[in-house]
């Protein structure tokens, strides 16, 4: 009798969790090998991490690696030093990451190293601009994979382009939508607008952190002047982001008008982002779920990982983050909107294509041994 293999799953930061919670689910479900969990810590706050796995009912992590944060060089070491050795005690058979964070990065290369193979799931999104940390995380691991699980398929041409072979590429649509659609009943019947004291699509919901906004003072003032703006007419929701919120505080910066609030959890950020009239972000996740919630949204940022959101769905980018131009995108979108087309594998039950790929790959290295 052959013993069941282990498959190891990986996340880190708040992104991940979304994308690993129905991937396990699956996995569970098909029961065919013993799943592992491990957290690197990356992300440590209740709000940033304990909520999320509460919401998403996810298990405990097998093991919790505690990294913490710091300087990108030193994160993304500390994941890969503590993840060889959970590597070296448990050898699993393949590794599971998630998405662009550098702990997706860090423990993709301590398993290629192992010669263990790595199924990257969100593989092959590209934004062009190697100035994003997550642009070079997403091309390194892409060239450690052996599984590049795309989630779209403009992904593809991305990966040849990069010299990835296509018997590496495999199609699977988009996990993250999996979680959305799990959670839309239990997020829909919370008080969160009544607790914000909102109206249904009478307000803006704002999120921001990304270091290219909020790191320079003048970059961060002009979105909070137009934030501020805006607020003068509607209410503006800002949940934030520690970075955000530390950096805010660090420039003495004028939040006045704006409903700041802690991070928030996964149903009531999908609440509000449901009854939103608009929502302006620089995240990943979000330009995703409020193409599929058909929400007009307003990305801060001069480029997309992620363009389908804008050819298919309801997302527009403002690569100029001034005041003035924040708020000609908000009434440019507000008066041009389109209906949107959920994009293919958008579907609810992307995890299952995935935990099939991770099968014929694990029973193909059966066949080759
Ligand atoms: C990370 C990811 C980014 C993702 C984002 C979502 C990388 C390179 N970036 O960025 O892709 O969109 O998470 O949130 O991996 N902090 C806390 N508590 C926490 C987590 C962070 O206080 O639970 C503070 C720390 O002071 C830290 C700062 O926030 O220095 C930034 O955290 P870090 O994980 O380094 O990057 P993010 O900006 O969150």
Known sequence: MTSLKTVLHVVGARPNFMKIAPILRAAETRGEWRNMLVHTGQHYDAEMSDAFFRDLEMPAPDIHL?????????????????????????????????????????????????????????????????????????????????????????????????????????????????????????????????????????????????????????????????????????????????????????????????????????????????QARLVLTDSGGIQEETTVLGVPCLTLRSSTERPITVTDGTNMLVPERSRSKILMAVNLLLSNLSIPRRPEGWDGVAAERIVRAIADFLSERVGKA
């Open 66 to 274: 505690g990294i913490g944060s710091g300087t990108h060089g030193a994160q993304t070491a500390r994941v890969l030093e503590a993840m060889e050795q959970v590597l070296l005690t448990h050898a699993p058979d393949m590794v599971v990451v998630v998405g662009d964070v550098n702990s997706t990065l860090a423990a993709a290369l301590a398993a290629a190293k192992m010669l263990i193979p790595v199924a990257h799931v969100e593989a092959g999104l590209r934004s062009g601009d190697r100035r994003m940390p997550e642009e070079l995380n997403r091309i390194l691991t892409d060239q450690l994979s052996s599984l590049c699980l795309i989630p779209s398929r403009d992904a593809e041409p991305n990966l040849r382009r990069e010299g990835i072979p296509d018997e590496r590429i495999r199609f699977v649509g988009n996990v993250m939508i999996d979680s959305l659609l799990h959670a839309m009943d239990r997020a829909r019947a919370l008080d969160t607008l009544e607790r914000f004291q909102l109206q249904p699509k009478g307000f803006f919901l704002a999120t921001l952190h990304r270091p290219s906004n909020v790191d320079d003072r003048d970059q961060l003032e002009e979105i909070l002047s137009g934030l501020r703006t805006l607020a003068e007419e509607t209410p503006v929701v800002l949940p934030l982001h520690p970075r955000t919120r530390a950096r805010i505080e660090e420039f003495s910066l004028d939040t006045n008008g704006l409903q700041i609030t802690e991070p928030l959890g996964y149903h009531e950020i999908l609440q509000l982002q449901e």
